[in-house]
């Protein structure tokens, strides 16, 4: 775990879940930070879209994945402490992120919250990890992920590592789910490492 993770070890860390293909990221990445850092509060924020597809992708019961967070906002409330840069967190995760998201945060439109706190996340130079879900991508598509990489936006597509040998879809999400883990510098064993 590196200096800046022990730093920020209690800090809250912001979740978005968007309505692209694969609202099981969050969920999962809920679960697990629940699990590996529960001195870290959870402020989950999720779009209209993002509601409904939990109820179409998952088994999941949407007041379920809301209790998995420890503070739910509103996705119109701009004057949520998420909003602020003074409100002081570990980082942001959009998981997953769909291209109209990827689009507000690359060009700062923030009329949502979701938004909004992904551009206060990398105004205060804070760890913003987007995890777009789509293929195949056009030139557009890329040119906005290049964008938010050039603003400071770590890109994370799932893109699982097979050499772990993966036996089921669980163990597919985890690893990518694992990735945004080492990205936060929390420690976990959702995926085996490389040479070990």
Not at 163 to 170: E, G, I
Request: with cysteine; proline share 6%.
């Amino acid at each position: 775990m590196s200096d800046n993770a022990v730093a920020v070890s209690g800090a809250p860390v912001v979740i978005g879940i968007t309505g692209a293909s694969g609202v099981i990221y969050g969920i999962r990445l809920m679960e697990s930070l629940r699990k590996c850092a529960p001195e870290a509060p959870i402020h989950l924020v999720i779009t209209p879209a993002g509601e409904k597809n939990i109820g179409i992708e998952t088994g999941w019961a949407l007041e379920k994945v809301r209790a998995l967070a420890h503070v739910v906002h509103d996705y119109h409330n701009l004057a949520a402490p998420v909003s602020s840069g003074t409100f002081k967190t570990r980082g942001m995760v959009v998981a997953p992120c769909s291209m109209r998201t990827l689009s507000d945060i690359a060009f700062s439109r923030a009329d949502n919250l979701l938004s909004r706190a992904a551009d206060v996340t990398l105004k205060e130079g804070r760890k913003l990890i987007l995890v777009p879900r789509e293929t195949p991508l056009h030139r557009g598509h890329l040119e906005l992920l290049l964008k938010a990489s050039t603003l400071g936006a770590v890109i994370l597509p799932p893109m699982p590592g097979f050499y772990s040998n993966p036996q089921t879809v669980d163990d597919i999400v985890n690893h990518t789910v694992g990735k945004i883990m080492d990205q936060l510098g929390v420690e976990h064993e959702l995926f085996k490492r490389w040479g070990q």
